[in-house]
């Protein structure tokens, strides 16, 4: 049986939190506890019954989550990232950009993509090539880059012509031959 204390608590239960209580549970939690509430807050994101503006706020709070998962493990950093452009192209997507705040702006979106490739699509084209050939190390780099990418074909159609969609779509053919 559940009490009010318990309800308070997110420990027991993120999904059932406010806003503001998941928000003070990120503060001061663990990099496991700051996965179940980023799971937990873009679960509410999720949630059309929510009103679109509730929506981007427990989005919001996703992202905080899985940055500060970042902060917390080098390790994690390409499957945080991929969340983190999944995230925010899923916003875009389906509650509209918002030029105003970088998280749901498009060209924001492409900017930080291009920066967190570490591979020309030439490089990872002509690495894919071969791919069962290479050391395990190459193609977890290869793999990285097509997760890295796996939200560019949705975000094309949200960018100007210009050299960012030009890289980006380069990139969306590349992607195609990643391992």
Partial sequence: MSSDTDREDPGRDPSTCTLDQLQAFIQNASCQQLETARTAAQGHAYDSAHPQEARRQWATLSLLANRLMRAESEGQLTRVTQ?????????????????????????????????ALTLTPAQAAALANGWP??????????????????????????????????????????HRKLP
Avoid: C
Avoid at 140 to 163: C, D, F, M, V
């Fill in 83 to 115: 969340q983190d452009f999944m995230l925010r192209m899923w916003v875009i997507d389906t509650l509209g950009p918002d030029d105003t705040d970088p998280d749901w702006s498009p060209d924001a979106l492409a900017a930080d993509t291009l920066n």
């Fill in 133 to 174: 050939d290479l050391a395990i190390e190459q193609i977890r780099r290869l793999r990285w880059h097509k997760n890295l990418t796996a939200h560019l074909e949705a975000l094309l159609g949200y960018l100007s012509p210009g050299r960012t969609r030009d890289q980006l779509l380069a990139w969306t053919s590349t």
